[in-house]
């Protein structure tokens, strides 16, 4: 398998229906919204999908609906290793690996805790790369929660020549710790995923594969014209960029009860029920703030078909 499609990976928001369950039927409009959105893949359990707050049935129900329903239109990866105990991520690992997803993602920070070395890092990655399947790609995720731990230029270099991984989620936010991860993996599949809005286009320029990050619950068709179209129309491409970073500002709101709004707007969830955040806590100049930003999505994708469009 070659690296996973370049391009948009929505970390998706799970839907939850008035009693606390996930609604599956939400799920299934997001999944098409994502889709029809032009996306490249989906990240189905991740933070954004508040897996923390899920048990390890509903993490891998999650996944596996997700997969049934991209029906091979879209890739779909997932995470949702989330216990402390190394033996019980070993479990939760297998339990994910067997939903179906095409790819699985390792949390970075669950594989050591906050004060223990890299060395200790890489020697339980290497007692877990024995006990998942040899033929399921593998992927990373800087997860902020409960620590961030970002891989070095090293370890990822490791990773790489393994040939067992695909992906990362890159959250570093900072340019130069993203180019040197760069050139640590040149010549392999490994492809990287920035999570930062106001770094992407540099970094597309020095060869980071796409976005991966909370955005594109928004509007994953603006950082999909970006991915695809920076090189063409490089004036363009760098006022939407203007645009994206300061619309991103938004992420420090209440997410993902104000994605989940949007959502909504879109006629796609049903309510904005949260297990991460309450929901209570979403005032009405939160709303107006998110159809703000709704109309200004709306009116920047019709500009770039009207203006932008090839």
Same mark, same amino acid.
């Given at each position: 398998?070659?690296?996973?499609?370049? &391009?948009?990976?929505?970390?998706?928001?799970?839907?939850?229906?008035?009693?606390?369950?996930?609604?599956?039927?939400?799920?299934?409009?997001?999944?098409?919204?994502?889709?029809?959105?032009?996306?490249? &893949?989906?990240?189905?359990?991740?933070?954004? /999908?508040?897996?923390?707050?899920?048990?390890?049935?509903?993490?891998?129900?999650?996944?596996?609906?997700? $997969?049934?329903?991209?029906?091979?239109?879209?890739?779909?990866?997932?995470?949702?290793?989330?216990?402390?105990?190394?033996?019980? #991520?070993?479990?939760?690992?297998?339990?994910?690996?067997?939903?179906?997803?095409?790819?699985?993602? !390792?949390?970075?920070?669950?594989?050591?805790?906050?004060?223990?070395?890299?060395?200790?890092?890489?020697?339980?990655?290497?007692?877990?790369?024995?006990? !998942?399947?040899?033929?399921?790609?593998?992927?990373?995720?800087?997860?902020?929660?409960?620590?961030?731990?970002?891989?070095?230029?090293? !370890?990822?270099?490791?990773?790489?020549?393994? &040939?067992?991984?695909?992906?990362? $989620?890159?959250?570093?936010?900072?340019?130069?710790?993203?180019?040197?991860?760069?050139?640590?993996?040149?010549?392999?599949?490994?492809?990287?995923?920035?999570?930062?809005?106001?770094?992407?286009?540099?970094? !597309?320029?020095?060869?980071?594969?796409?976005? /991966?990050?909370?955005?594109?619950?928004?509007?994953?068709?603006?950082?999909?014209?970006?991915?695809?179209?920076?090189? #063409?129309?490089?004036?363009?491409?760098?006022?939407?960029?203007?645009?994206? /970073?300061?619309? /991103?500002?938004?992420?420090?709101?209440?997410?993902?009860?104000?994605?989940?709004?949007?959502?909504?707007?879109?006629?796609?969830?049903?309510?904005? =029920?949260?297990?991460?955040?309450?929901?209570?806590?979403?005032?009405?100049? =939160?709303?107006?703030?998110?159809?703000?930003?709704?109309?200004?999505?709306?009116?920047?994708?019709?500009?770039?078909?009207?203006?932008?469009?090839?």
């Amino acid at each position: 398998m070659n690296s996973l499609a370049a &391009g948009v990976w929505p970390t998706m928001v799970t839907p939850f229906t008035d009693k606390n369950t996930i609604d599956y039927d939400a799920l299934e409009r997001a999944v098409e919204w994502y889709i029809g959105k032009g996306v490249d &893949g989906l990240f189905a359990v991740c933070q954004s /999908s508040e897996m923390f707050c899920l048990s390890l049935e509903e993490r891998v129900e999650l996944a596996s609906f997700v $997969k049934r329903k991209a029906a091979g239109r879209v890739p779909v990866i997932a995470s949702g290793h989330i216990a402390d105990r190394f033996e019980d #991520q070993v479990a939760e690992l297998q339990a994910i690996a067997a939903s179906g997803v095409d790819a699985l993602v !390792l949390i970075t920070n669950r594989l050591a805790q906050e004060q223990e070395s890299d060395d200790k890092w890489k020697n339980n990655l290497e007692k877990l790369l024995r006990l !998942l399947p040899e033929e399921l790609p593998l992927g990373f995720y800087e997860c902020p929660y409960p620590y961030k731990r970002l891989i070095s230029p090293e !370890l990822l270099r490791w990773c790489a020549n393994t &040939g067992r991984f695909h992906f990362l $989620k890159d959250t570093s936010c900072n340019i130069a710790d993203m180019k040197a991860k760069l050139e640590a993996v040149v010549g392999s599949n490994l492809g990287i995923f920035n999570a930062n809005s106001a770094t992407l286009l540099e970094t !597309l320029k020095l060869g980071i594969r796409g976005y /991966s990050g909370v955005m594109a619950n928004f509007h994953p068709e603006l950082y999909g014209w970006l991915a695809k179209h920076w090189q #063409q129309q490089p004036e363009q491409a760098e006022a939407l960029e203007d645009l994206l /970073s300061t619309m /991103s500002l938004i992420e420090k709101q209440l997410y993902p009860v104000n994605a989940k709004y949007y959502l909504m707007l879109e006629g796609v969830f049903a309510t904005i =029920h949260s297990r991460s955040r309450d929901h209570r806590d979403f005032t009405a100049t =939160h709303r107006l703030e998110i159809e703000q930003l709704s109309r200004l999505s709306a009116r920047t994708v019709g500009q770039l078909r009207v203006e932008f469009s090839g």
